[in-house]
């Protein structure tokens, strides 16, 4: 596998940074881990040398060493032709205090074991480096000395024989890491085969009870994401529906009335005109109101909130209408007291005071009041709008608010307080409609504060 592919998997991407993390802790403790056994070691052969010169200290104080020590005698035992020989990489040399040569290794670097400080020291011959200790007592000097090289290569064999098994269980550990990554990533593989085999049109929630606890965010996120494109999903289809029979009559009234206009003429075909262009606005308004509904009931934010007077969303509604309310022949009437700002979407706030007010000034005789209200009420905003229109029946009341459904007048689309609805909920507020005490319609929208 290419190192651009390995990128792409998780489980590459997790071996790799375990693995370098390991080689990294190790070739940081190292060094440390170097400089302990080297010291550690060093102390040990240097304990070992001067163990060596003790115990030949010992050896000779067995021996009458009077003779030996002046110098007027010399043993066969201590003739440096019978002393046996020591390894290649030890030297050692007795004499006494004068300097004589009592008994020495073979081939023993002379300048090497001639010297007269005590303990221990690193003396050179013929480019050679050597350990030396040196020991006074009872008048016998001895000395021990060690070749430094021996020594380096005792300390790379054992950086040798620590670091296989390092690279040996660095290896191991990356394969069990490995294999433990390939068992904690079946669930994911399981996830993605089980999406693999459901249809497209399927949308129902993941039903996975074994899930583990890092995948049950996911799987809930899945399932949530779902959720919203079943939803969206039946918003679709309900917009397409309600578009191919709201349109079809308007649209086949349209077609009749420019038949008319095109067989006759005169007063006739000009009404026939005048009658197309009516279903034309009406038309228009009803796709204007479908398509308000589709957003407001979408999952996207429409407009960003700013925090804006009161007073001010209530004339950007009554703005809209004063057209309407003139050929009507209706009085608008606003009453707000609150002073507050509120923090929201403006446009869908006035769109759905808008709403209620066209809703009312159709519904409302001539010469009539419609009042807008704004009040609050602890923690919640009221607006009311009341008009003295005829009301509507108890069994007509709970239905007002689903699509289509129409008051006394038809002219209407239906949809104004659908609209209305989708808009208080997507504040987490609450719609109200109610008749009059005497007559008309009362309708309050409550929304929070905050």
């Known amino acids: 596998m290419s190192p651009a592919k390995a990128k792409d998997y998780l489980r590459w991407q997790l071996l790799w940074r375990i693995g370098i993390a390991v080689l990294l802790m190790w070739l940081l403790l190292a060094p440390w881990l ?13 304990n070992r040398l001067a163990a060596s010169a003790k115990m030949l200290m010992s050896l000779m ?21 019978h002393n046996p020989d020591l390894p290649p990489t030890l030297a050692c040399k007795v004499a006494n205090i004068a300097g004589d040569i009592i008994a020495v290794s073979h081939d023993a670097p002379h300048n090497v074991l001639t010297t007269t400080q005590q303990g221990y020291q690193n003396r050179m011959q013929d480019g050679e480096a050597w350990r030396v200790f ?25 950086v040798i024989a620590a670091g296989v098994p390092f ?5 191991g550990t990356l394969a069990v890491v490995w294999f433990g990554i390939l068992h904690g990533f079946k669930p994911l593989h399981s996830l993605s085969q089980n999406m693999a ?37 039946l918003r679709e289809r309900r917009f397409t529906g309600d578009v191919a029979h709201e349109l079809r009559t308007p649209l086949a009234g349209i077609k009749t009335q420019l038949q008319v206009a095109r067989l006759t003429d005169g007063g006739k075909a000009m009404h026939a005109l005048l009658q197309a262009e009516k279903a034309t606005d009406r038309l228009q308004r009803t796709l204007d109101q479908l398509l308000l509904l589709a957003r407001v009931e979408g999952d996207g934010q429409l407009t960003e909130s700013t925090r804006l007077p009161i007073a ?8 809209d209408v004063q057209h309407l309310a003139k050929q009507q022949q ?35 005789p001539v010469n009539s009041v419609i009042t807008l209200s704004a009040t609050q009420q602890d923690d919640f905003l009221l607006w009311i709008v009341e008009d003295e229109g005829p009301g509507v029946s108890e069994k007509l009341l709970s239905e007002l608010t689903r699509r289509f459904v129409h008051g006394h007048h038809s002219d209407g689309s239906g949809l104004g307080l659908a609209i209305v609805d989708a808009i208080v909920r997507r504040f987490k507020g609450e ?20």
Not at 34 to 43: F, H, T
Not at 134 to 158: F, H, K, P, Y
Not at 210 to 216: I, L
């Open 312 to 319: 001010e969303i209530n004339n950007m509604a009554l703005s």
């Open 167 to 171: 690279f040996l269980s660095l290896a």
């Open 134 to 158: 040196n020991l006074s007592q009872g008048g016998l000097t001895i000395t021990t000395a060690e070749r430094l090289e021996t020594r380096d290569t005792l300390m790379r064999s054992v």
């Open 34 to 46: 170097l400089m302990s056994v080297q010291k550690e070691m060093q102390n040990t052969l240097d």
């Open 61 to 81: 104080s067995q021996y009458d060493l009077d003779p030996l020590v002046k110098g007027v005698q010399r043993g066969p035992l201590f003739d440096p032709a």
């Open 330 to 364: 209706v009085t608008l009437r606003c009453n707000d007291d609150v002073d507050e700002k509120l923090q929201a979407s403006a446009i869908l706030l006035s769109a759905a005071l808008r709403n209620l007010l066209e809703n009312a000034i159709r519904h409302a």
């Open 431 to 450: 719609l109200q409609i109610k008749n009059g005490a005497t007559k008309g319609l009362v309708v309050t929208i409550s929304i929070p504060m905050q």
């Open 197 to 233: 085999k459901r249809n497209t049109e399927d949308l129902t929630s993941l039903v996975w009870e074994q899930r583990p606890a890092e995948v049950r965010p996911l799987v809930d996120e899945i399932n949530r994401l779902l959720q919203r494109m079943q939803q969206s999903l």
